[in-house]
């Protein structure tokens, strides 16, 4: 039996630090989470037969939704694309805007939900071991593209969904999520990987 199933309480490599305990920590870690995700968009490359880029967005909703936890790494998220939508260059290659959430808008609305769900899997301890540590980024990843490749189906045709919005960026996505499942364990292991948080 692996050790996220036992009956204790776990928190996010954030949890360990004095800002999450007062909301205007919470709201700075908020906001470093949203500038993060912000900085690696724009490692951004475009490919000429996809709408989608490859960029360091799907790393950084990773390693900020595992950080963070769920709740607080989700808002990371919501005002990373509301920071985008008023018009901040934030997007991948430096874009904003309503209209960046067109064919592509599926993978921002699907960050969300990703940064939650791996998130919420840190806090209950999936990020300890690098087995759960990957799992827990390649279901994030799964439901960033359940999201996403539908979403990208209504404007490209739903026979074009899969090749062009999934199946380019697996090889990336799988060094992403190795790299992010890996350093989860590596910082809990730095910091002593205390096992708990208190309220």
Excluded: C
């Amino acid at each position: 039996m692996i050790a996220v199933t036992e009956n204790r309480r776990f928190t996010a490599l954030a949890g360990l630090t004095p800002l999450k305990k007062h909301w205007a920590g919470q709201l700075a870690l908020v906001v470093a989470g949203s500038l993060v995700v912000a900085l690696l968009a724009q490692v951004s490359i475009p490919l000429p037969f996809t709408p989608v880029p490859v960029t360091g967005q799907t790393l950084a909703v990773l390693l900020v939704g595992g950080a963070l936890g769920g709740w607080l790494g989700g808002l990371s998220l919501v005002l990373y694309l509301a920071e985008g939508a008023v018009g901040f260059p934030v997007f991948a290659g430096h874009a904003s805007g309503l209209a960046s959430f067109g064919a592509t808008g599926g993978y921002l609305v699907g960050f969300v939900v990703m940064a939650f769900v791996v998130g919420r899997l840190a806090e209950k301890g999936w990020d300890r071991s690098i087995l759960t540590s990957i799992l827990a980024m390649v279901i994030g990843e799964a439901i960033l593209y359940a999201i996403a490749v539908p979403w990208l189906g209504v404007y490209v045709g739903f026979s074009h969904a899969i090749p062009m919005g999934f199946l380019p960026f697996i090889l990336g996505d799988a060094l992403k999520m190795l790299i992010a499942g890996g350093l989860f364990p590596a910082a809990w292991k730095l910091v002593g990987s205390r096992p708990s948080a208190k309220d």
